[in-house]
């Protein structure tokens, strides 16, 4: 399983659910911390207030990514402790934290990949209205060319934002995630809102003379259609075009799918010269990929389909394994864009992580990591242009609504001793990028 000599491996993880320091270094509360002291909302009533103390331990885990021969590190800013009023005045202290870890990262040796906006939107503009308010998205863009200004000559990749699907759909349309609300208006608002931040961020980056690349991180979903009938070939169309094509083509300067409008009566609130915006070209696409699901056609159901029971194993998120989805999502990227640079910006699985003898033997996540990187070789041996790999994630975290329950870590975490503790996925990821190909 031999990579090309550039491609290029990282592992990655989010600024709250490792930083804490939540009240530090004059950083103010965002949507995450509001959201997770609301009765209810996390599991357990965790909260990322300590995380993994990744603020103050930085240095101790960029050496254990160097001791595995991590190439590059993919973390995400905290918009808060740039900007703690959203906008406006700049905080020196949040900056200078990213320019201290940017600077290890450097002197160790490793790119550093920096993403804008992972989910944690300052509550300040969430009162104000978050992310169906337009001004939310030109806040961004404001909040974007502070980072280009102070952080440029640190970054050695940009991305816009993580995942706007879920900042759009999981935040405002199902509830599971800060702002915790479930309203299908606001959701396609937010949705047109993220896209066109990302469209203001680029115009401010292309205006900045920075040169690193920049792109943007999707989490495409393509499921299956259950069978061969019409209706569920119609479903998993619309299931394509709801969670992932609204997100990839206006990338490429195409419209929102007409379909969804004709056939669901979404609408998204369009200004003039948005499309254009939003329609820059990247220098890449980051693709988040999980797993793959089977949808059938449902006209009772608010999008018309409705997922179906699968055969595949499961993760311990309940996430059916499904390696050569990926490679599905990989051709499709690849022809939408154009060949544009591709990198799997996170990839990996929960398990059920047990300390035996001061070791942890996670072969389930091995297993799963191995089957994923083979489908990656099969993409770069047909041509595809995919260019690296960040594996999700460094550590064991805080997983959002699940708290501190799911463990997505390469890097075990103790979290009443914060000490780190590396699981066999860590070593059989040192190996892979030392270019052991027997695997």
């Known amino acids: 399983m031999s990579f090309p000599k550039d491609f290029l491996w990282g592992s990655a993880t989010s600024s709250y659910q490792v930083e804490g320091a939540v009240t530090e270094g004059g950083r103010t509360p965002s949507i995450w ?42 973390f995400s800013i905290s918009w808060s402790r740039i900007l703690p009023d959203g906008v406006g ?58 980072c ?20 759009s759909y999981l935040g405002y349309l199902y509830g599971e995630h800060a702002p915790g609300l479930k309203d299908q208006d606001l959701a396609f608002k937010a949705l047109h809102h993220l896209n066109l931040a990302h469209g ?21 979903m393509m499921s299956r259609p259950a069978t061969l009938s019409q209706e569920d070939q119609k479903a998993a169309a619309l299931h394509k075009m709801m969670n992932t094509d609204l997100f990839l083509l206006p990338l490429f300067n195409h419209p929102y799918p007409a379909e969804l409008h004709d056939e669901l009566g979404i609408s998204l609130p369009v200004q003039k010269g948005d499309m254009e915006l939003i329609g820059q070209r990247c220098d890449f696409l980051g693709i988040n990929y999980y797993n793959e699901g089977a949808v059938s056609y449902d006209e009772s159901r608010p999008f018309h389909y409705k997922e179906v029971p699968v055969w595949h194993p499961v993760t311990n998120m309940k996430w059916p394994i499904v390696p050569n989805g990926l490679l599905r999502i990989l051709r499709y990227f690849d022809t939408v864009s154009g060949s544009l640079p591709l990198y799997i910006t996170e990839n990996g699985c929960a398990s059920v992580d047990i ?27 047909e041509g ?24 997505f870590g390469i890097i075990y975490v103790d979290y009443p001793t914060q000490k780190r503790i590396p699981k066999d996925s860590a070593y059989m990821m040192r190996d892979i990028i030392a270019g052991y190909d027997d695997f």
């Open 33 to 74: 911390d509001t959201f997770s002291r609301q009765k209810g909302a996390v599991l357990h009533g965790a909260t990322g207030d300590i995380a993994c103390d990744q603020y103050h331990r930085y240095e101790e885990d960029i050496q254990l990514m160097k001791t595995l021969g991590f190439q590059a590190y993919r």
């Open 89 to 146: 005045k700049v905080n020196k202290e949040g900056v200078d934290y990213y320019k201290r870890l940017s600077g290890e990262l450097h002197a160790q040796g490793m790119k550093v990949t920096a993403t804008l906006y992972h989910w944690d939107l300052p509550q300040v503009l969430q009162d104000r209205g978050g992310w169906p308010n337009r001004e939310t998205a030109y806040a961004f863009g404001e909040y974007a060319k502070t």
């Open 148 to 167: 280009f200004e102070h952080l440029g000559e640190y970054v050695d990749q940009w991305i816009t934002l993580n995942e706007p699907w879920c900042s």
């Open 200 to 220: 203001l961020a680029l115009k401010e980056y292309r205006h900045s003379g920075l040169l690193a690349p920049i792109g943007i991180t999707l989490n495409p």
């Open 355 to 381: 300390v035996e003898d001061g070791r942890i033997h996670d072969l389930d996540r091995c297993y799963y990591i191995r089957d994923h990187l083979k489908v990656c070789k099969q993409a770069i041996d």
């Open 384 to 407: 595809i242009n995919l260019k690296g790999y960040y594996v999700w994630s460094l550590l064991d975290n805080f997983e959002w609504a699940f708290g501190y329950e799911k463990r």
